[in-house]
């Protein structure tokens, strides 16, 4: 059974560069939600995709966009890089969105430099 | 002042010790509640999941406060492989997640 594997491992673009970011789901899992964590603090939610459509939206700006795909997969879109995009970015896959308690699983990430 | 906050440590204990983490929470619509463990430059992983009665799993025991929007997480008898950082989740049941900055913990020979 596969995990949450997410591509690339690892990213270094240059400010004001666009970069796409891929995540697989757990095999069963039908919710994605991508975090950003910068060195030293927890994960920060960015959004989350369910049934193809952004559910819920943290406090990133506009540059930060997704997209879920019928299979479920997702990519994240950020424009426009700043050098404090630098980060290990996450994507969590869950068990059927409409049921909590929403344990999240998490692919090993995609470490983002930006220069 | 931030939605979950935890003591950020250090916390150094020796093998075998007991430890305790806390966590506080200020979204009183937040519904479920976890504490996940991450590894150096590692995914978090799930550690378990908080329930209102409070549960156990092996050394691991949460408890929930919801009047005191409190949440705890205690290791007994440490290993060395408990060293990681803890991160306190919280969620609402629309489906967004807060974490925690986490509380590192090493345990020493």
């Known amino acids: 059974d596969a995990g949450v594997t997410q591509s690339p491992t690892h990213l270094i673009k240059t400010r004001g560069q666009q970069v796409t970011l891929r995540c697989s789901p757990k095999?069963?899992?039908?919710?994605v939600s991508w975090y950003q964590q910068a060195l030293g603090q927890g994960p920060q939610f960015i959004f989350q995709y369910y049934e193809e459509e952004e559910r819920q939206r943290g406090n990133f700006p506009d540059r930060f966009s997704g997209h879920q795909f019928p299979n479920y997969s997702s990519e994240l879109n950020v424009n426009a890089l700043l050098l404090g995009d630098s980060a290990l970015y996450l994507c969590?896959?869950?068990?059927?969105?409409?049921?909590?308690?929403?344990?999240?699983?998490f692919g090993p990430g995609t470490r983002l430099t930006v220069t | 002042r931030k939605e979950v906050e935890q003591d950020p440590g250090p916390f150094n204990v020796p093998e075998g010790a007991t430890v305790a983490f806390n966590c506080t929470y200020s979204?009183?619509?937040?519904?479920?509640f976890f504490w996940y463990r991450q590894d150096c430059r590692k995914e978090p992983k799930l550690l378990m999941s908080v329930y209102s009665s409070g549960n156990e799993d092996g050394r691991f025991t949460a408890q929930l406060n919801r009047a005191s929007q409190y949440i705890s997480l205690l290791i007994r008898d440490s290993k060395l492989s408990d060293s990681a950082t803890y991160l306190c989740v919280v969620a609402t049941n629309a489906g967004k997640s807060t974490f925690g900055d986490g509380t590192t913990l090493t345990v020493k020979p």
């Open positions: 095999s069963g899992h039908d919710t």
């Open positions: 979204n009183s619509a937040s519904q479920s």
């Open positions: 969590a896959s869950s068990l059927p969105g409409s049921t909590p308690p929403y344990e999240q699983y």
